[in-house]
Structure formats: C-alpha cells, structure tokens
C-alpha cells in the first residue's frame, strides 16, 4: 500500500505558474505508474496526466499537452505535475493517484489504486 500527499497548490493569475508535486509513503515509489486528475464540483474527475515507472513514458490530456509537464523523482518518492500557462478553466482540485498494475501508464481514473487528498489550484481571469 502507498500513501499520497499532494501540495503546491495555490491562486495564480492566468498565464502564471505553478509546480504540484504529490510525496508517497509506504511501498517502493518505482513500482507504481502515476496519474495526475483534477475535478470540480459537479463533474467528473478527468485525467490530466500519467508518466509510467521510470519515468520515460508520459501521457497528457489534450487540454494540458504543451502546457503541463508531468515528472518524477524516484530516489525522492514525488510525482511532480508543472502547469505553465494556466487558464481560468484549469480551476479544480487536483489529485494525485498511483496504479500498480503492470503496462502503460493509465488515463482511465478507475484503473487506480491509490489517491491523494488532493491540492487546489485557482486561476484568476
């Protein structure tokens, strides 16, 4: 079992930045394939981003590509998500998640075992 904890969220303007990064405790870090997803109220938890064990492999939502950029640190057990060129509508609290099945990195929220707490993040217009 893992244990996720999400932080760097925050209120930016549009167009600012910002760095998520989500710390995991508990089993070895590598072993797990991570997603970052977002929600808020009244709909769904959508995918935001997955990067596989090792790190070589990254996914992103179409509305995130060339914007958000998903990293990892596996000597420091942390999953980082950077968000460049934020827009109001990138408004939601973001959750960290961890799949330990075997494969390509997952954008499916069901396919995950493990969640954060989650962080919000707020983009004034």
């Known amino acids: 079992q893992v244990q996720l904890v999400e932080s760097g969220g925050g209120l930016v303007q549009a167009g600012g930045s910002l760095r998520l990064s989500c710390t995991a405790s508990?089993?070895?870090?590598?072993?797990?394939?991570m997603g970052w997803f977002r929600q808020t109220p009244g709909k769904e938890r959508e995918f935001v981003a997955a990067?596989?064990?090792?790190?070589?492999?990254?996914y992103y939502s179409d509305s995130v590509k060339g914007r958000f950029t998903c990293s990892r640190d596996n000597a420091r057990n942390t999953v980082y998500l950077q968000m460049n060129s934020l827009k109001p509508e990138d408004t939601a609290v973001y959750f960290c998640?961890?799949?330990?099945?075997?494969?390509?990195?997952?954008?499916?929220?069901?396919?995950?075992?493990?969640w954060g707490q989650g962080t919000q993040v707020t983009v004034s217009s």
């Open positions: 508990g089993r070895t870090f590598s072993a797990y394939a």
């Open positions: 990067i596989s064990r090792g790190g070589s492999t990254t």
């Open positions: 998640a961890a799949d330990e099945r075997v494969g390509r990195p997952r954008s499916d929220k069901y396919e995950y075992d493990y």
